[in-house]
């Protein structure tokens, strides 16, 4: 068993964390990884607010162990959803892209707020602003992220801060968990890793593509949803890169549709894509490349459309060849990384 600053405060078997991804974290893959000892992350800027409180809700039938929920606070009901988590006695809230006004209303109910950065400068503002853990997402990661990969990032964050740091981008296995400990962290966050398993809904056409990419397999654009990020390289990915996919009369009927998902009425939606724009210092054709990626994003999940859909993964689909169950996973994971760092520890001169 490996013990680490991460599940001492999450109450967990071990320090492995599924990423909050929108549409994939849904309540039964977050409730088999907290069942398999690790922290679940439920991703609720897709959802309204009661819908929040349903999936809060359904993650607590299929398990008894702690999870946590997931919000960019400039998207979606990201206030009145940060609010019916709070409401719900959610343990763990973890936000990115903006300040956490919740922080004193989580801490009263015996509840942890985790930062998700990208940026080291933005690690030590987070700790300052009370946060009790922090993920940090390297540039491998398929998340929204920057830059700095997270060789060099950890270890500089780690060396800013005191709270635990859960290293994002670039984990799939035990080896990563042990060089991520080593770097500092107290454990790590993996999103394609977890999206690879039996228990993921992406539809099995982007699983099996995924299986078979390699490490280079991947492109990073700002063109797939308006802010960086990472997707499996295909020849509509490859298209959108380029810029030769992108229409604004497309993300008219797909805005329409993101509003219906979300239930806002008008008022609310505009007021959504102000908030949007403004926190990401975008326009409307920032606003048009959200619109288009989410409904590009939903066919490849759901449909398994790979002519016209995406998706965003990490590096690390390069190696990942299996399609386990969860806790097979894990356990594996877990072996690993303990073998690893008896073997490192090894070496060390006496």
């Known amino acids: 068993m490996i013990r680490t600053p991460m599940t001492e405060m999450f109450g967990i078997q ?3 964390m599924l990423a909050g991804m929108n549409w994939i974290s849904t309540p039964k893959l977050v409730a088999a990884v907290c069942n398999a000892g690790g922290l679940g992350t439920l991703a609720i800027a897709q959802y309204s607010p009661e819908d929040t409180r349903k999936q809060v809700r359904q993650i607590r039938e299929l398990t008894d162990k702690p999870f946590m929920v997931n919000q960019p606070l400039h998207r979606g009901w990201a206030k009145e959803n940060i609010q019916a988590a709070i409401e719900e006695k959610v343990p763990f809230i973890n936000y990115s892209l ?3 006004w919740f922080v004193d209303q989580v801490h009263a109910y015996g509840g942890k707020v985790v930062g998700t ?6 690690a030590a503002r987070a700790a300052e602003l009370g946060c009790d853990a922090l993920i940090v997402t390297g540039n491998e990661a398929a998340a929204h992220g920057a830059d700095a990969t997270s060789l060099v990032l950890i270890p500089f964050v780690t060396s800013m801060v005191k709270i635990p740091v859960i290293a994002a981008g670039g984990f799939y296995d035990g080896r990563g968990l042990a060089a991520a400990l080593s770097l500092g962290a107290a454990g790590i966050s ?4 977890f999206i690879l398993t039996q228990e993921s809904m992406v539809h099995d056409n982007f699983k099996q593509l995924c299986l078979k990419a390699t490490e280079q397999d991947t492109l990073y654009s700002s063109a797939f949803d308006g802010m960086p990020g990472r997707a499996l390289k295909t020849p509509v990915v490859e298209k959108i890169a380029q ?4 229409s604004l009369l497309k993300a008219i009927p797909n805005a329409l549709e993101i509003k219906k998902i979300l239930k806002q009425n008008w008022l609310q939606f505009l007021g959504t894509a102000w908030k949007m724009m403004a926190g990401e210092g975008g326009d409307f054709v920032l606003m048009a490349r959200l619109a288009n990626g989410t409904m590009r994003h939903q066919k490849a999940i759901y449909d398994g459309d790979t002519q016209e859909g995406f998706m965003f993964v990490g590096q690390v689909t390069g190696p990942i060849r299996d399609l386990p169950p ?3 996973l894990i356990d594996r994971i877990m072996a690993e990384a303990a073998a690893t760092l008896r073997k490192t520890g090894g070496m060390a001169a006496s």
């Open 14 to 16: 071990h320090p492995i």
């Open 98 to 100: 903006g300040k956490p």
């Open 117 to 122: 950065i990208a940026i080291a400068k933005h």
């Open 190 to 193: 993996m999103g394609t890793r």
């Open 243 to 246: 810029g030769d996919s992108f």
């Open 326 to 328: 969860v806790k097979s």
